[in-house]
């Protein structure tokens, strides 16, 4: 059975700090992983998707990451916001593309 | 990226009452609709997938007679939790997939919806 964790699940940093975001998934036979946003209270924002071909994906100062073999994927934040506070979401889509498996997320605090 | 709305976004009921939340996509034909459960500071949890005019398949541990799932049309699905209880206060978040996108498998999802139970 997939299972996915994230580590921390909670990070504080300063302002213009660059952070990195754990993802790890036991099972390597996926279809592809899913970064999400989720603001307090909200639904999900995707950031990026990464197929299991790919190696990494960058969308403005994020980017993440995947190794496949090794079921570990980063996301990678530069320069932090305030406005980037939230708990970011790592899903796995099985290889049948019908289940996505979440991760329970880190929660991020950005300090002006 | 496709848009995905849910109604209400919240929502109180007392214990007993049933209560129905509605999944739109609002500008693509959705072949495949997920529904998911999100209890505080837990992960989602996938809770069933419906696909146009046929049974939602339900994920083990979820009761499909409490909770119903209807797909009448590629823009609409909904979720009926019968006879509510307070263990049911959660949130509740519906995602659409479309041929479109068959190469990618990506599910765009609702902004969700708060469910307390009395």
């Known amino acids: 059975k997939q299972e996915v964790t994230q580590i921390p699940a909670a990070l504080s940093v300063p302002e213009g700090e660059n952070l990195v975001l754990n993802c790890s998934f036991t099972?390597?036979?996926?279809?592809?992983l899913q970064w999400f946003r989720q603001d307090p209270g909200k639904g999900l924002t995707s950031l990026l998707l990464?197929?299991?071909?790919?190696r990494e994906q960058t969308s403005g100062r994020l980017n993440a990451s995947l190794d496949k073999s090794s079921g570990r994927s980063t996301l990678y934040i530069a320069a932090s916001q305030p406005g980037d506070s939230a708990t970011y979401l790592c899903?796995?889509?099985?290889?049948?593309?019908?289940?996505?498996?979440f991760g329970k997320g880190t929660t991020l605090s950005v300090s002006s | 990226g496709a848009v995905v709305s849910q109604h209400p976004s919240r929502v109180i009921c007392k214990s007993g009452t049933s209560v129905k939340i509605e999944c739109r996509s609002l500008?693509?034909?959705?072949?495949?609709m997920f529904w998911y459960r999100q209890f505080p500071k837990q992960s989602l949890m996938l809770m069933a997938t419906s696909n146009e005019g046929s049974k939602a398949t339900y994920e083990q541990g979820v009761e499909k007679d409490k909770f119903l799932i209807n797909h009448a049309s590629l823009t609409l699905s909904t979720l009926t939790v019968t006879s509510a209880h307070p263990e049911d206060s959660s949130f509740y978040i519906c995602?659409?997939?479309?041929?479109?996108?068959?190469?990618?498998?990506?599910?765009?999802f609702g902004p969700g919806t708060r469910l307390t139970v009395l």
């Open positions: 099972d390597s036979a996926i279809y592809n």
């Open positions: 995602s659409a997939s479309f041929p479109g996108l068959a190469e990618y498998n990506e599910q765009f």
């Open positions: 899903a796995v889509l099985n290889q049948a593309g019908t289940a996505l498996i």
């Open positions: 500008d693509f034909q959705a072949t495949t």
């Open positions: 990464i197929q299991s071909s790919q």
